[in-house]
């Protein structure tokens, strides 16, 4: 079996989910001042992030994921689904063509086509059939603690979900955005780094990557 694996924000999706999920919020009719609390939390992060150093990338990510969810406290599981549902027509506006041409081409071409992302299932879900991805693999979203698919847990959930001795890893192709997708490139033969920032650069070009940089069309 062959995969082509994609990752989600920053690559397939041109935005990034956690922002993205918070101007949408009120967008869609739900209460402000939720939005703001949360906000706040977010840009004292940021600050912790960007000016103290305190975090890099992949941590700073991870957390904002886990404050986000404070949007939903005490909804029932209905009503995540149903914010969830009306996300996605904002969401299928800003998925990136080319990406999305070549997600459905190595379909095509009898590649197993996954979603591997820290994104939250229950967002990723009703894109499924829309995108023509054959399995999402993706961060569970709970209320509770919080569980994180990036960086090397990327691999680890990859292997919960697939057997390694039936996948042709030298055949297969990975797509992601930035060096913390390492590690899920390195696994295959064919690793293209999409829309990477300046140090996404130059590391695929130490890597050995294949690097496109794509028009930012909408489906």
Not at 13 to 41: M, N
Not at 61 to 67: G, L, V
Not at 70 to 88: H, I, M, R, W
Not at 93 to 116: C, H, N, S, W, Y
């Amino acid at each position: 079996m062959k995969l082509a694996i994609f990752d989600f924000d920053g690559t397939l999706f041109l935005d990034q989910t956690v922002p993205f999920i918070l101007e949408k919020f009120t967008e869609l009719g739900y209460p402000k001042h939720r939005q703001t609390r949360v906000k706040r939390a977010l840009l004292f992060l940021f600050f912790q992030y960007k000016v103290l150093k305190k975090y890099d990338r992949e941590s700073f990510r991870a957390i904002a994921s886990k404050k986000v969810l404070k949007l939903f406290e005490g909804f029932s599981k209905d009503e995540v689904t149903e914010f969830f549902e009306a996300l996605k027509i904002e969401v299928m506006p800003l998925i990136d063509q080319e990406v999305l041409m070549a997600l459905r081409q190595k379909r095509q071409e009898g590649f197993e086509t996954v979603l591997l992302s820290g994104c939250y299932d229950v967002m990723l879900a009703p894109l499924k059939e829309a995108l023509g991805v054959d399995r999402i693999i993706s961060t569970k979203f709970t209320l509770g603690e919080l569980v994180t698919v990036s960086g090397r847990e990327k691999v680890k959930a990859l292997w919960e979900n697939y057997n390694p001795d039936e996948i042709d890893l030298e055949a297969s192709y990975a797509y992601g955005d930035s060096i913390y997708d390492e590690f899920v490139l390195d696994l295959v033969g064919h690793p293209v780094m999409v829309n990477p920032e300046e140090d996404g650069r130059v590391f695929a070009g130490e890597k050995g990557y294949e690097v496109w940089q794509t028009r930012k069309n909408s489906v």
